[in-house]
């Protein structure tokens, strides 16, 4: 199969300060599970920003909720652990009925998303776009083994095999989405299979999708939360068995 031509754009050019400019049209999701050694620090990052965040505590057995109120985060906790999918969904859901963002944004807890990426990403939609996609592979700043690179273009390969929005990454968790497509999504799968019923969501051809270039940090600690590797043999079976399921995106 022939590698997708990505939408290209330079790199953006981050303020010096970024608390100097205004995210008031902006909300962060951060989806939180047994984070604490590492939330506190992530959520003050984006909050020192001025940013507004939304923290959805999945049930953490840690201190993590502790963690996310120091921080100054809204919290919102799960009283049973319901995965990432429906972690996602209630930080959607409160993003609509809490706040009066016109953007809404998906954060990692761990510290493997970058701030700038993620203002960068703000600029970007507000351009005209109603998604804004991360994407590791339209710089060299994301360093992974050659295997894991393989599987994640070829579960990009099997997801681009529709009708929506062509995309160079698959299930980057850093994404940016305007208010009305939020408010049209409806994630059925609690866990990991989320991801590829979101991104069905979210590139439909009706919307105007563009990607940006992130730089993903694979740090000790988040490697220490999971098997990367494995992680990405799941995304790709979980691509492949949405497609075979839901066929044609419409």
């Known amino acids: 199969m022939d590698e997708v031509e990505p939408r290209r754009r330079q790199e953006p050019v981050d303020a010096p300060n970024p608390a100097a400019e205004s995210w008031s049209d ?22 020192g920003a001025g940013l507004s965040v939304i923290a959805v505590d999945d049930a953490s057995t840690d201190s993590s909720a502790e963690e996310i109120d120091k921080a100054g985060a809204f919290r919102v906790s799960h009283p049973v652990n319901l995965g990432a999918g429906g972690a996602l969904q209630t930080g959607f859901q409160a993003a609509l009925r809490f706040t009066d963002a016109q953007y809404i944004g998906c954060f990692d807890a761990d510290g493997q998303h970058q701030l700038a990426d993620l203002l960068g ?13 991360g994407s590791r592979f339209l710089d060299s700043k994301t360093q992974m083994s050659p295997l894991r690179r393989t ?17 160079t990454d698959a299930h980057n968790g850093l994404r940016l989405v305007a208010r009305h497509v939020v408010a049209r999504i409806s994630l059925s799968h609690a866990g990991m299979a989320y991801a590829s019923e979101l991104e069905h969501q979210l590139t439909r ?46």
């Open 121 to 133: 990403m703000i600029r970007l939609i507000r351009q005209g776009y109603d998604v804004v996609m």
């Open 205 to 250: 051809p009706e919307y105007k999708v563009v990607e940006h270039p992130v730089h993903i940090l694979y740090t000790e600690y988040s490697r220490s939360k999971g098997q990367p590797l494995l992680n990405s043999v799941n995304i790709l079976a979980d691509t492949l068995t949405h497609r075979l399921t839901h066929g044609k995106r419409r």
């Open 151 to 167: 599987i994640l273009r070829l579960a990009t390969k099997v997801m681009n095999r529709g009708e929506g929005t062509k995309l």
């Open 26 to 47: 902006t909300v962060v999701i951060v989806r939180v599970y047994n984070e604490a050694p590492v939330v506190g620090a992530v959520i003050s990052e984006l909050v």
